[in-house]
T-cell receptor
């Protein structure tokens, strides 16, 4: 079956622009996670959904970051007024279990470059 | 605060050799899980192996095995008979509740 997909794969934004990153999880997966991965680093947790409920958004760096999963499937991560420090790879992962502690399935990521 | 430390930024070995990647962690949780994930060049992150902290037996998956030392808070990954396809970034991660805390990764290069 299809894995986790993310779009766009690459995004170049001018500083100050808004961007929207999409994640299509594996069908039926309950949990969905967003991570930010800086170059040469491990992923850092941003936010977590269980179905349509956003249970933790403590990792979002600022109020310019917003995530939603309105129907418990596709999720969008929106960044308003992008800044250079937002440049990173944004990873989405989904999991069949409610906490993502069995296995998380990752998408290919969206590489965001803010110029 | 929970932390994960991978002290080897890069390693390289010859094909068919055995290699061990190190990971230490810190947590005050009693119930947690440990993971090794692999991120091949330009490809998606995939799970290599998972260990439940309450299980004393070390997890194994084919050529991959772990040495889990709970008291020392150490979780190393051993790759036996290494193959060219094992070339990747390897990340150690600690999970409790729903959050994964990740190490900075070890770049593993398998040379032909």
């Amino acid at each position: 079956g299809a894995g986790v997909s993310q779009s766009p794969r690459y995004k170049v934004a001018k500083r100050g622009q808004d961007v929207a990153l999409r994640c299509d999880p594996i069908s039926g997966h309950v949990s969905l996670f967003w991570y930010q991965q800086a170059l040469g680093q491990g992923p850092e947790f941003l936010t977590y959904f269980q179905n349509e409920a956003q249970l933790d958004k403590s990792g979002l760096p600022s109020d310019r970051f917003f995530a939603e999963r309105p129907e418990g499937s596709v999720s969008t991560l929106k960044i308003q007024r992008t800044q250079q420090e937002d440049s990173a790879v944004y990873l989405c992962a989904s999991s069949l279990d409610g906490q993502g502690l069995r296995e998380q399935y990752f998408g290919p990521g969206t590489r965001l470059t803010v110029t | 605060a929970q932390t994960v430390t991978q002290s080897q930024p890069e390693m390289s070995v010859q094909e068919a050799e055995t290699v061990t990647l190190s990971c230490t962690y810190d947590t005050s949780e009693n119930n947690y899980y440990l993971f090794w994930y692999k991120q091949p060049p330009s490809r998606q992150m995939i799970l290599v192996i998972r260990q439940e902290a309450y299980k004393q037996q070390n997890a194994t998956e084919n050529r991959f095995s772990v040495n889990f030392q709970k008291a020392a808070k150490s979780f190393s990954l051993k790759i036996s008979d290494s193959q060219l396809g094992d070339t990747a970034m390897y990340f150690c991660a600690l999970g409790s509740n729903y959050q994964l805390i990740w190490g900075a990764g070890t770049k593993l290069i398998i040379k032909p």
